[in-house]
């Protein structure tokens, strides 16, 4: 069981109503119980050499805090078919607390009036 009070350090996160800087530095992690409950409206997961829990606990823990969106990257991924299960740029929107896999690139956020995608 994850421990409620250790913060999870996404490789990016979208924070609204939340400072960009902390104490007038820059942030190294992001803890919802310090800032007033506000949690992210978006978190990104990118894959470097091996996968680390991103379709699993850290999916699972994201979605347990309200997290709107899950976004995976893996650019090893990028244009190798042999791999069918994910792809390299997958975001996920949260619905009913469950994480649905959403469809187009660039992805639209309309809760954020923001999109999502790579250049390719």
């Known amino acids: 069981m994850q421990d409620p009070t250790i913060p999870v350090v996404p490789d990016a ?13 820059s942030r190294l992690s992001y803890a919802v119980w310090e800032e007033a409950g506000v949690v992210p409206i978006l978190v990104l997961e990118m894959i470097s050499q091996t996968l680390r829990g991103e379709y699993g606990e850290k999916m699972t823990l994201y979605a347990k805090l309200g997290v709107l969106y899950y976004v995976v990257y893996n650019p090893d991924l990028w244009g190798q078919k042999r791999y069918k299960k994910h792809q390299a740029f997958e975001v996920y929107k949260l619905v009913k607390d469950e994480y649905k896999l959403q469809q187009g690139e660039p992805y639209w956020m309309p809760e954020v009036g923001l999109g999502i995608g790579r250049v390719r």
Do not use: Q
């Not at 996160?13 to 530095?25: Q, Y």
């Open 13 to 25: 996160f979208l924070s609204i109503g939340v400072e960009r800087r902390k104490g007038g530095k």
